[in-house]
């Protein structure tokens, strides 16, 4: 079984940074696709970016493009958020996610393993 364990949000101003990292355990991640999502209050869960196997193909959901960037460390089973240029609409529980398979796709339905979620907080 696959364990995901998110780290690194908080509280931060609007036009701050922060990282988020999350940490698989219980398999090795290669060959597959990891990503991000993130649920706001009384929104629906958003897709943020994924990253493909070995980490070539990435995709980033409209509303990040250009703020956010996603990379992974495939010796540590790890993969980042660098999220920049924040807004009080990022304001949400971040997700990381896993599929099996190298493809990336922006629906949480194509998603295997999910975290217990971090929240970030951007005030304005």
């Known amino acids: 079984q696959v364990q995901l364990v998110e780290s690194g949000g908080g509280l931060v101003q609007a036009g701050g940074s922060l990282r988020l990292s999350c940490a698989a355990s219980g398999r090795t991640m290669n060959g597959c696709a990891m990503g991000w999502f993130r649920q706001g209050p009384g929104k629906e869960r958003e897709f943020v970016a994924a990253?493909?196997?070995?980490?070539?193909?990435?995709l980033y959901g409209d509303s990040v493009k250009g703020r956010f960037t996603i990379s992974r460390d495939n010796a540590k089973n790890t993969v980042y958020l660098q999220m920049n240029s924040l807004k009080p609409e990022d304001t949400a529980v971040y997700y990381c996610?896993?599929?099996?398979?190298?493809?990336?796709?922006?629906?949480?339905?194509?998603?295997?393993?999910w975290g217990q979620g971090t929240q970030v907080t951007v005030s304005s």
């Open positions: 996610t896993a599929r099996y398979g190298s493809r990336v796709y922006g629906q949480p339905s194509n998603y295997d393993y």
């Open positions: 990253i493909g196997w070995p980490g070539v193909d990435i």
